[in-house]
Nanobody, 120 residues
Framework: QVQLVESGGGLVQPGGSLRLSCAAS???????MDWYRQAAGKQRELVAS???????NYADSVKGRFTISRDNPKNTVALQMNSLKPEDTAVYYC???????????????WGQGTQVTVSS
């Protein structure tokens, strides 16, 4: 059984920082780990992604402010968010694309989401 457990959301003032973490468990080989976000009334959007080889991709709106990192042996991914703005307020979701160990079956899985609120 696969699980994604997120942590690190909360309330922060504009210009502040937060670090989100996500830990995946299960007998899986993870290809990509991503962070998405969904603000109230808006569609879910990709924030940042990282491959098993360490290649990263960022939404234009967060480039230079957010950094995604990954610990492959531990199956964890983190999102360091600096210089936060009110428009970063959203529910942030961890997502992973993986293969079940010992099979060719690939799947996607989402975390439960963690709220990030940027407000003074």
């Amino acid at each position: 059984q696969v699980q994604l457990v997120e942590s690190g959301g909360g309330l922060v003032q504009p210009g502040g920082s937060l670090r989100l973490s996500c830990a995946a468990s299960g007998n899986i080989f993870i290809y990509t780990m991503d962070w998405y976000r969904q603000a109230a009334g808006k569609q879910r959007e990709l924030v940042a992604s990282i491959t098993s080889g360490g290649s990263t991709n960022y939404a234009d709106s967060v480039k230079g402010r957010f950094t995604i990192s990954r610990d492959n042996p531990k199956n964890t991914v983190a999102l360091q968010m600096n210089s936060l703005k009110p428009e970063d307020t959203a529910v942030y979701y961890c997502h992973t694309h993986f293969r079940l160990a010992g099979t060719t079956t690939q799947r996607d899985y989402w975390g439960q989401g963690t709220q990030v609120t940027v407000s003074s």
